[in-house]
């Protein structure tokens, strides 16, 4: 059997796998997005205590492996629930507090980047704190953290690989299971690289980057 009519075999196992894998990237990202804001607003806020959470917060999920974060929600949340988990919730969670603590980082730089003056002047025309920060100072902000989100769903995307210790068959774990079967692991793991990599590549150059053109081209309109 040639090495492209393995691949070619493999094919559907791996684009099952694949799928698998967008969901669970697609979802960590979303809801890491939405940590990730709240706790980067809670870094830069004048309030002792919740910039010391949130500070405590991106530390501890930085700081420790994956591996070791899903295994604590594996085994953990069960017992604080009282209830079992299936393994993608789980996969989920611990994905999206770890994704949280990287766009937490990114989100601060980029409404740190912004000009002082802004806040000044629009707290100066009577706008709120809030009111500041969601009209003038996050969409600016917004558009610079564009490119590394992209990254953070790159780096997700190929971190998901790590939830087959926990039963999950994203499509590394396919490719194993394959392999397991065919013994072919050179062709597997070759196509498996490869899937990866047009993943990668539609995400970077079609996605962030054509997000970045049409926000420039809405900066001139």
Known sequence: MDTLQVIFDALPALLVGLKLTIELTAL????????????????????????????????????????????MVFFGLPQLIGHPVNAFSVAVVACSLNSGAYVAEIFRAGIQSIERGQMEAARSLGMTYAQAMRYIILPQAFKRVIPPLGNEFIAMMKDTSLVSVIGLAELARTGQLIIATTYRAIEIWLAVALIY??????????????????????DHS
């Open 28 to 71: 960590a990202v979303f809801f890491g997005c939405i940590i990730g804001l709240f706790i980067a607003l809670a870094r830069i806020s004048g309030i002792g205590i919740l910039k010391s959470l949130a500070v405590a917060y991106t530390e501890f999920f930085r700081g420790t492996p994956l591996l070791v974060q899903l295994f």
């Open 197 to 218: 990599l047009i993943m990668t590549l539609l995400i970077s150059h079609f996605f962030v980057h054509r997000m970045e053109r049409r926000l420039k081209t809405s």
